[in-house]
């Protein structure tokens, strides 16, 4: 454990509000509650901090990776990953990175799909979900809609992607576009 506390010590700065001692605290009470061991556990803190994760909000945000881990079939350290960089491209942050996994899982247990599917178009379709006002519960509802239909991420997040670009940039200059889409 200490050897996996020393890649969380690499990645994470403590805050005044969180120290290494409560990371290592978090990381040993989350290991008594979930099925992954302190260093799993410590590795997908470790890569919460690469990715830029605040400290204030890592334990949290491990907690989630870990749970998502145990009950789908996403790794912790996938799921961190792609939640860590859906958040940046949406620009949420990770203060609320528990109620995107809650969704996700409530996503894929209620429609014809699967948590890794979700998060693979919902990566596609983040930057242009984004740039056209969608939230990101918006961007996972749509992505759970594409991949229960049987879309694939690579194809269906490119051809979405571009049809929401070019709605917006009708929607932003109203003429002979926005009509014709609006009847479509």
Do not use: C, H, W
């Not at 996994?101 to 948590?115: H, Q, R």
């Amino acid at each position: 454990f200490e050897t996996a506390f020393t890649g969380v010590m690499k990645t994470v700065d403590e805050s005044a509000k969180t120290s290494y001692k409560d990371l290592e605290e978090g990381i040993k009470k989350l290991s008594t509650t979930t099925a992954s061991s302190k260093e799993e556990i410590a590795a997908v803190m470790e890569a919460a901090g690469q990715l830029g994760v605040p400290t204030d909000d890592i334990l949290k945000f491990t907690e989630t990776m870990i749970k998502m881990g145990d009950t789908t079939n996403v790794s912790a350290e996938e799921a961190a990953v792609a939640l860590a960089k859906f958040t940046n491209v949406t620009g949420d942050g990770t203060a609320n990175v528990d109620k995107l996994g809650a969704s996700i899982v409530a996503l894929g247990n209620n429609f014809a799909t699967d948590e890794r599917s979700i998060i693979e178009m919902s990566q596609r379709l983040a930057a242009a979900g984004k740039i056209s006002g969608l939230t990101s519960t918006d961007i996972l509802a749509l992505a759970a809609s594409m991949s229960s239909v049987g879309i694939e991420a690579e194809a269906g997040g490119t051809a979405m992607s571009q049809t929401l670009t070019q709605i917006s940039k009708a929607v932003a200059e109203p003429g002979e576009k926005l009509n014709k889409l609006a009847q479509i």
